[in-house]
């Protein structure tokens, strides 16, 4: 089964259709559905059409790559030269950076081309984008829920099909949570495989960029197109050479499920996730269950680090060096509190008062130095389960999407969706989320598959098994697609 991507490609190489008029196609889409969906916050239409114009000529002269000529959307936390880069946040709702991320130097390099920057929650701090300055995106499976959080403007632009695929941002389960929430595949690679240069940081020990697409085959050429180390990033690693192999032979893998992931998870979205299971070792699969203790703690971990992390992080925003200034002040400490006062919204300043919390003096060792010895214990525990087992898979979420507004008053139950997503992170694993099925009430389910460090390929390659067999979702994948 091929990808849109490939099929878009495919038509753009044989003259089918032209890099400008697939660009107007999805401009008109955008104008359409983006007023009441809210997935993008900024529009670049005419760089795009520009650019899909040099797409074009890259096309003509048989130069370029996969996604060259094919539109895209980007997550609003990764830089782009004299384009708007806000973090959906007051405080940056001015900021055009002087440069590129990296990922998009790469797309660029390749004539992909950019349709917008999409919405998220404030700073990527969040599980249902509703802590966007912006206002929430909606979610197009079903708009009385939310897209999920923090990429959920790129997901709910992939599942509206108002972007053929899109970049977010991962630090605790900001690609796979809405990817699942909205019914699309969500990959956050291994921890260092792409470069994070110009990525906003919000926890930098697990922050990690990756693709929301239709399909695990588009996943993949997106992840072959933006991986690789890079100078400007210490944390980035050399990847392999060779583009991806999806490889859907299932038959000798030996797949883990651990307890702790599926303790307490609602019943119908076990059986969905059981039933794609069933199918890895109807196929020749070895499947088996352990248990990995340390899950228990990975939530409060994953906050403390983040919190602390983001606390750092974000001290930079004083209003001094760029971004919003508070209009009036007395002094420069006076401005620097009133700036960030007026500038941050209320999640994000409980974020930075936490993470200021744990690591101040006094506390260090009660809150961030556990954190990290636990932090340690858990990495620990998932290389044994690697040394003995290809992969786990796991719910990517134990809820589905949940109600617009809902976390307002329940901010406990979305830091708690987190539950599944986090422990990546903080071991630095690459994983997918995938389409399984759906609840009764029409709402999309995801399961997770996770591998071993830079086993990215293995993780790819296990989820286009269900999507060559056809396991789950197939009306997800590519019954929403329209050209
Ligand atoms: N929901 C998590 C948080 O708010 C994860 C966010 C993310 O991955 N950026 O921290």
């Known amino acids: 089964m091929k990808g849109l991507l ?64 094919i539109p895209y959307a980007l997550k609003d936390n990764i830089c782009t030269d004299g384009l708007l880069t806000t973090c959906c946040s007051r405080i940056l709702c001015d900021f055009k950076p002087y440069y590129n991320a990296a990922v998009v130097e790469k797309l660029n390099s390749v004539g992909a081309v950019l349709l917008g920057k999409t919405n998220m929650d404030e700073f990527a701090m969040g599980s249902t984008s509703e802590t966007s300055c912006y206002g929430a995106p909606l979610n197009p499976r079903n708009l009385s829920y939310v897209t999920g959080g923090s990429s959920g403007g790129s997901a709910a632009a992939v599942a509206a099909n ?28 291994t921890y260092g495989a792409v470069s994070r240069y110009g990525l906003i940081a919000y926890g930098s020990s697990l922050d990690q960029i990756g693709p929301i697409t239709h399909t695990v085959s588009d996943a993949a050429l997106v992840y072959d197109a933006i991986r690789g180390a890079d100078v400007r990033d210490m944390t980035s690693a050399a990847t392999d050479a060779a583009p991806t192999v999806l490889d859907p032979e299932v038959k000798g893998i030996k797949i883990a499920l651990a307890d702790e992931f599926f303790e307490g998870l609602d019943g119908e979205m076990k059986a969905l996730i059981e039933g794609v299971v069933k199918k890895y070792e109807a196929y020749g699969a070895e499947v088996s269950s352990v248990s990995i203790p340390s899950l228990k703690t990975a939530l409060p971990v994953y906050y403390i680090i983040a919190c602390a992390e983001a606390s750092s992080n974000l001290g930079r925003y004083d209003g001094i060096r760029y971004g919003f200034r508070a209009a009036d002040y007395s002094d420069v400490d006076d401005m620097v509190v009133r700036t960030r006062t007026q500038g941050f919204g209320k999640e994000v300043q409980k974020r930075i008062m936490l993470g200021t919390y744990v690591l101040s003096s006094g506390y260090f060792d009660a809150y961030y130095k556990k954190a990290c010895l636990l932090r340690e214990k858990l990495k620990g525990e998932m290389d044994k389960v690697f040394e003995k087992f290809d992969l786990l898979i796991a719910p990517t979420a134990p809820v589905t999407a949940f109600k617009r507004g809902y976390s307002g008053g329940n901010a406990i139950e979305t830091y708690h969706s987190d539950v599944c997503t986090v422990p990546v992170n903080i071991a630095g694993l690459p994983a997918i989320s995938i389409p399984c099925g759906k609840t009764k009430t029409g709402l999309p389910v995801g399961m997770q598959i996770i591998g071993d460090r830079f086993a990215d390929s293995a993780v790819l390659s296990a989820a286009y098994f269900c999507e060559a067999e056809s396991v789950c979702g197939e009306e997800i994948y590519e019954g929403d697609v329209r050209l």
């Open 6 to 69: 490939t099929r878009l490609s495919a038509m753009l190489r044989s003259g089918e259709t032209s890099s400008y008029e697939l660009t107007k196609k999805y401009i008109a889409e955008i104008e359409k559905s983006n007023p009441s969906l809210n997935a993008y916050v900024h529009l670049t239409f005419e760089r795009a059409l520009k650019d899909a114009e040099t797409a074009d000529k890259m096309l003509k002269n048989g130069v370029g790559g996969a996604l060259t000529g």
């Open 162 to 189: 108002i972007a053929p695929y899109a970049l977010g941002s991962d630090t605790g389960g900001s690609i796979r949570q809405p990817a699942a929430f909205c019914g699309v595949v969500g990959f956050k690679p």
